[in-house]
């Protein structure tokens, strides 16, 4: 394992403390077992395909146009998911895909347009994924809390819109409280970014023999991107659920409660 | 005296469920008129269209005879206040509530508000939380006064207090249409606060209109029998 290299037994050493979590499933009766299993199969399956496709498109010679096609695809995806997590917010898709897209377009731009990491696949397709996985937690979290809090509030909405106040006053504390927990455990990691964790991008450059201070140096610009995407995407996502689950005059359209 | 609303063959049905059923009506300008039917008769939801939280699957509502698809739904709830079953102050002081419904109140008028709604002006620091039942209703009365109404809807406001607080806040919006003219609209299925407040009742069942006109004429009393049987649920 020296280099990276992981044979059959080391991948199977590596599921010990997913045993560990299966026994305390079971011993404490979470009935979360189906759920792990199923996300450690689904996983493995996930990063087997994607080491095809990488393998795929970093063949000599392919064009970086796939590369780009593959991280339209996980916007799409990743907008697809939204959409699937708060279904009861009408025109989702369409927000996410624009918020995912834009973002996407801006921070390649900036890490391309400056130089951080020269445009090839290597590059494209795991920044690519980067910026939109961590767009994805953010964005689900706005869009839900912000669906679950009108619904849960609603009373306190309508008292609100019979005071003559606008949808977009009425529903800006529950915007806020929403946006606020989906951006949380972003800035957190931030804020922890080399006193608990060291980020997987530096650890990498770290580990490819780059002098630290420079795999230092691209880990903040990444890190500041990536914290500017999740709330850049998650404001938007918020915003537009709330502009949606409004009438244009100023009705709370009835939402379906969640069973949690 | 014209129709303080007028109601043009109205239906409101959402999720598969008719609320109101062809409903035709007029409630005057300068009474108190009370709304009254069981549960599910349709009297919430025909408020509701009184300030355009809901509006009709078809006929038309008419506001001192405007038709309310025409005009702007903010400037009508100003005009047009609402007072909700349950009381709901919002998060912080009761200041901060009625700053909520006017932000350029001065710290005199703020008491007025609460003096009309017969609250001390102690109140004002006080939160929902330190709030008992009958006067978080007040402040909620407060924050709808604070934007000025010609009219209050009273959506059931004294279903969750006990008597003596209910008979108080009773007096209290008697007292605002006798003395400030404001035109109160106020909805119950209690057949002594119908008695108490009603100077023209309109009487709801099953989504359809049973009775509409003066209380006490010998029309009344069937259609306000069908409450204490439950008729109509």
Redesign the interface.
């Known amino acids: 394992m020296g280099h990276g290299d992981v044979n059959a037994l080391g991948l199977v050493t590596s599921l010990i403390l997913v045993a560990v979590a299966l026994a305390v499933s079971l011993g404490q009766q979470l009935r979360l077992e189906r759920d792990l299993i199923w996300s450690v199969i689904r996983a493995f399956a996930q990063l087997i395909v994607m080491g095809f496709v990488l393998a795929w498109l970093l063949e000599p010679g392919r064009s970086t146009a796939y590369s780009w096609l593959w991280v339209a695809g996980m916007v799409a995806f990743a907008a697809w998911t939204v959409r699937s997590r708060a279904p009861e917010i009408p025109g989702l898709f369409s927000i996410a895909m624009v918020a995912l897209t834009a973002a996407t377009v801006v921070t390649m731009g900036v890490i391309f347009g400056l130089g951080v990491f020269p445009m090839e696949a290597r590059a494209i397709v795991p920044l690519g994924g980067m910026m939109i996985g961590n767009s994805l937690g953010g964005t689900v979290v706005a869009a839900r809390r912000v669906a679950d809090e009108l619904a849960d509030k609603r009373?306190?909405v309508?008292?609100?819109?019979?005071?003559?106040?606008?949808s977009r006053e009425a529903g800006k504390?529950y915007v806020r409280s929403a946006i606020k927990t989906a951006l949380t455990p972003r800035i957190e990691s931030t804020k922890a970014v080399g006193l608990v964790f060291l980020p997987g991008a530096m650890t990498g450059l770290i580990l490819a023999g780059v002098n630290p201070i420079d795999a230092v140096l691209v880990q903040a610009a990444i890190m500041y991107l990536i914290l500017g995407t999740v709330a850049t995407t998650s404001v938007v996502i918020g915003i537009g659920s709330l502009r949606q689950l409004f009438t244009p005059?100023?009705?709370l359209r009835?939402l379906a409660r969640r069973a949690s | 005296m014209g129709d303080l609303f007028a109601f043009d063959r109205v239906t409101l049905s959402?999720?598969g469920v008719t609320a109101l059923d062809d409903v035709s009506a007029q409630l005057p300008q300068g009474r108190l008129s009370v709304v009254a039917g069981t549960s599910g008769s349709g009297k919430s939801s025909l408020l509701r269209l009184c300030?355009?939280?809901?509006?009709p699957s078809s006929g038309t509502v008419w506001f001192r005879g405007t038709s309310l698809s025409s005009m702007d739904?903010?400037?009508l709830?100003?005009r047009v206040?609402?007072v909700?079953q349950?009381p709901?102050v919002?998060?912080g002081t009761v200041r901060e509530n009625l700053l909520?419904?006017d932000g350029d109140l001065s710290e005199a008028v703020l008491g007025d508000m609460l003096a009309t709604a017969e609250l001390d002006r102690e109140f004002l620091d006080r939160t929902g939380d330190d709030l008992s039942g009958g006067e978080a209703q007040r402040v909620?009365l407060a924050?709808?006064l604070?934007?000025r109404p010609e009219v209050l809807l009273m959506d059931e406001p004294t279903a969750s207090l006990h008597p003596a607080a209910s008979l108080a806040l009773e007096a209290t919006v008697k007292a605002l249409c006798r003395d400030h003219g404001v035109d109160v609209v106020w909805v119950t299925h209690d057949l002594a606060q119908i008695d108490r407040l009603a100077e023209h009742l309109l009487v709801l069942s099953r989504g359809r209109v049973v009775y509409n006109g003066a209380p006490g004429t010998p029309n009344a009393k069937p259609a306000l029998d069908a409450l204490t049987t439950g008729e109509g649920d």
């Open positions: 009373a306190e309508e008292a609100r819109l019979a005071l003559g106040q606008s504390p005059d100023h009705r009835r | 959402f999720a300030n355009r939280l809901e509006i739904p903010l400037l709830r100003r206040g609402m909700f349950r709901t919002f998060p909520a419904a909620c924050r709808a604070a934007c």
